[in-house]
């Protein structure tokens, strides 16, 4: 049964979202279209009011692509240049089953959920996370590809989560909160820090290092901070931006995206973190304070934490960092900066 309706993936969605976009266009429910499929596995069943079926990902194997292709009206290979899964689909059955079936007409059968068409391809559920960072993607760009207001689900990494056509924030999916989009207008801060993040990726690659490794580091730094941030008197700049992101609501019922609000405020520290992680001076510095003993601190007051102070606009953090013995950027000195010889990721 090949579909009346052309629908088109959006670059990064996730196969589920596709699906449930899929089968809104036909008024029906993503579970119900599913019917179509033998499924290998339960799908996972959300909370009540929770937004975990954002999270959840499906695999098809050769003969489902096969029915997925008719049922959207789009080539395959459209949908594997779209959704980042597509391809893993065969191999997750493959591996379970042997080699896929191939061919163009290796799923015809007179037998099946469509009589006549395709046999009944197989799908199989997993949780989307296992392949990278899911977001709710931008729900004015989503209205502006598909011509419907929906939601839809993308595989979004941390340091890409600012829609810079609309000006939003793409918060993560999967959260116990209304879906929605932070507005980030008022801190054009925010996404002049992601726009460094490519130049800066490509020249720590080609120093040798893993720029998500880095980025990763220096978010679990900020994090810490962040936890900390409210017993520092000195602190201005983290309340001042959350003030401004949420217009002033921060703190009140009426806030439900203390999330997506903390991962928002905190990308252009994390990004100046990595940068700084990254920095062959500043790796010079940390290896120079890590020769140095404690109770004394890292160096001549340890000369690494106060030149990141600085980088951060917050001179008087040198010596708040400099005691804190248990925090990972100690760690990551403690450990001889294994950024400068980790490996590249491919």
């Known amino acids: 049964m090949r579909g009346v309706l052309r629908v088109p993936p959006l670059g990064g969605e996730t196969t589920w979202s596709y699906l449930c976009r899929l089968a809104a266009r036909y008024g029906m429910d993503g579970a119900v279209l599913l019917d179509g499929w033998r499924q290998a596995n339960r799908r996972p069943r959300p909370r009540r009011g929770s937004t975990t079926a954002a999270v ?111 000006q939003r924030w793409q918060s993560d999916a999967g959260r116990d909160e209304q879906p929605g989009w932070l507005g980030v207008v008022t801190c054009p801060e925010i996404g002049h820090a992601q726009q460094r993040w490519p130049a800066l990726a490509r020249h720590t690659a080609r120093r040798g290092h893993d720029p998500c490794q880095a980025f990763a580091l220096a978010r679990t730094i900020v994090l810490r901070w962040w936890q900390q941030a409210p017993a520092w008197r000195a602190e201005r700049i983290w309340p001042a931006r959350v003030h401004r992101l949420t217009h002033g609501a921060a703190g009140g019922p009426e806030t439900v995206w203390s999330a997506a609000v ?7 520290e994390t990004i100046a973190v990595a940068q700084a992680l990254m920095d062959p001076a500043c790796i010079r510095l940390a290896h120079a304070d890590r020769g140095h003993r404690r109770p004394g601190g890292w160096g001549a007051g340890g000369r690494f ?20 013995y248990t925090s990972p950027l100690h760690a990551w000195i403690d450990a001889a900066v294994p950024l400068s010889t980790a490996p590249v990721r491919s």
């Open 305 to 324: 934490v106060h030149h990141l102070g600085h980088r951060l606009s917050r001179p008087w953090l040198g010596p708040l960092l400099n005691v804190d």
């Open 262 to 268: 903390r991962d928002a405020a905190v990308l252009p």
């Open 56 to 166: 959840v990902e499906v695999l098809f194997d050769v003969v489902g692509q096969e029915l997925l292709e008719e049922l959207s009206g789009i080539s395959q290979s459209t949908l594997a240049r779209a959704l980042p899964t597509w391809q893993q689909g065969p191999a997750a059955f493959a591996s379970a089953s042997g080699t896929p079936r191939t061919g163009p007409n290796c799923g015809r059968a007179p037998e099946g959920p469509w009589p006549g068409r395709l046999e009944a391809g197989r799908v199989r559920f997993q949780d989307a996370r296992t392949f990278g960072s899911v977001a709710i993607a931008c729900g004015l760009c989503t209205a502006r590809r598909t011509g419907h207001p929906v939601h839809a689900a993308r595989y979004l990494p941390p340091w890409r989560r600012v829609c810079h056509r609309h």
